[in-house]
């Protein structure tokens, strides 16, 4: 997930709450990781009084005034949001990025990658269409506006690069706490080079409206979960104008040295209007979800 326009350095103060004192090991792993990106948070830790139920976190959610961050009793990472812990939990996804394919998942019959393939998601949110681009084996530049998803994206990608299986492709995702309109500028200003490979494909999954998941005219449409509920906090839809720049300067960075076949896919609920009411050159749909491919002729 990513807003559109770049912020000023405001430091975040994000209140962690850990399960006991045999993790301060983990609690510095984390500022490392914040120090090292250079990420704008600062953390405030905490051990937690009592045991981390549904119901303490619940009461931490709605008695704090800033973020709160949980590592429980495994370690495990997570944002409250609304009295629920969310978190990328892409060991979750293991069998969908096995199996992923053009037959199987849309995203791929829309970006039409190979493994030489160099994709930026510019929206990165929890990361999990990344993995799939990337089971592909392409190189998937994640891009994350949010410090605080930045983080947990970070962590996930540590977490599950200690388990053999999923080293490969983690070692394909690459994770930048940036803007999406500022890396694209900084993408079109280098020339192409071994070091700089021309970028195949740009994807953006932009936040919408709550109500785009639905059909305005029956109501119906797809239910929104608790990731999607979480990213609504943390960003607001663009406006038309943003939409606009949003498209223009990701269609010109696949644009970029005259690339043959460069395109933009953007990610909409099946009933949204179409990112910057411009026409996709070919689109993809099921019940739930749209894909929109913007090509470069």
Same mark, same amino acid.
């Given at each position: 997930m990513t807003n559109l326009q770049p912020e000023s350095r405001v430091f975040m103060c994000c209140q962690l709450v850990y399960a006991n004192e045999s993790q301060q090991i983990q609690i510095e792993n984390l500022k490392a990781l914040i120090a090292e990106h250079k990420l704008p948070i600062v953390l405030e830790t905490e051990p937690s009084i009592e045991k981390l139920t549904q119901k303490r976190r619940q009461q931490l959610s709605?008695? @704090?005034?800033?973020? #709160?961050?949980?590592? !429980?009793?495994?370690?495990a990472l997570s944002w409250l949001s609304n009295g629920l812990s969310v978190a990328p939990e892409w060991d979750k996804l293991q069998r969908r990025v096995v199996s992923a394919g053009r037959k199987s998942e849309l995203l791929l019959q829309a970006a039409k990658i190979t493994s030489d393939s160099k994709v930026i998601d510019a929206t990165a949110g929890?990361?999990?269409?990344?993995?799939?681009?990337?089971?592909?084996?392409?190189?998937v530049v994640m891009l994350e506006q949010q410090p605080l998803m930045a983080l947990l994206l970070l962590v996930e990608?540590?977490?599950?690069?200690?388990?053999?299986?999923?080293?490969?492709?983690? @070692?394909?995702?690459? #994770?930048?706490?940036? !803007?999406?309109?500022?890396y694209f500028a900084s993408v079109n200003s280098v020339p192409i080079s071994e070091s700089n490979r021309a970028v195949d494909v740009v994807y953006l999954d932009p936040m919408f409206p709550e109500?785009?998941?639905?059909?305005?005219k029956t109501g119906k449409g797809a239910k929104v979960g608790k990731h999607m509920q979480a990213l609504h906090q943390l960003a607001r839809p663009p406006t038309s104008d943003e939409e606009q720049q949003l498209l223009q300067s990701a269609l010109a960075v696949v644009s970029h040295h005259e690339q043959p076949s460069g395109r933009v896919?953007?990610?909409?609920?099946?009933?949204?209007?179409?990112?910057?009411?411009q026409a996709p050159s070919e689109c993809w749909h099921n019940e739930a979800v749209r894909f929109d491919g913007y090509f470069v002729s």
């Open positions: 709605q008695t @704090s005034t800033q973020p #709160i961050l949980i590592l !429980d009793d495994k370690n929890f990361g999990h269409d990344s993995l799939i681009l990337a089971s592909t084996g392409a190189q990608q540590q977490r599950m690069s200690a388990v053999a299986n999923w080293q490969k492709l983690m @070692s394909r995702l690459q #994770i930048i706490h940036t !803007d999406a309109l500022s109500d785009s998941y639905q059909d305005s896919v953007v990610k909409r609920p099946q009933f949204a209007p179409q990112l910057a009411h």
